[in-house]
């Protein structure tokens, strides 16, 4: 009883450390499914001045995960819009998390 109760202590311990990674995974993932076509490696291939890094988001008004879901959700002439049926809150989420931490 005891040895199963620490081994699976175990597996959820290692679990939690590995979520993290999976996410990353996801998110890259989703980035990739529903932005990467229009902003490959953070550019913007219709107005070369809108990129993903940091400076120009918020050159724009973007400085937070929800303003890039809100521009998802609702956004200017040029850019798809995306729902909540066609990305859900939890991965708008993942992709704007992905795109806050990759594109500097």
């Given amino acids: ?25 996801d998110a890259k993932a989703e980035f990739t499914k529903h932005c990467g076509a229009c902003h490959p490696n953070g550019g913007n291939i219709m107005k070369a001045d809108k990129t993903l890094s940091k400076k ?14 809100a521009k998802m959700r609702n956004p200017g002439p040029g850019m798809t819009k995306f729902d909540e049926k066609t990305i859900p809150a939890k991965e708008a989420k993942l992709i704007a998390d992905f795109v806050l931490k990759t594109f500097k």
């Fill in 56 to 69: 120009s988001l918020a050159a724009h008004g973007i400085k937070t995960d929800k303003d890039i879901v």
């Fill in 1 to 25: 009883m005891r040895k199963a109760f620490i081994v699976t202590a175990a597996m959820v311990a290692l679990s939690a450390f590995a979520a993290p990674g999976f996410a990353k995974e």
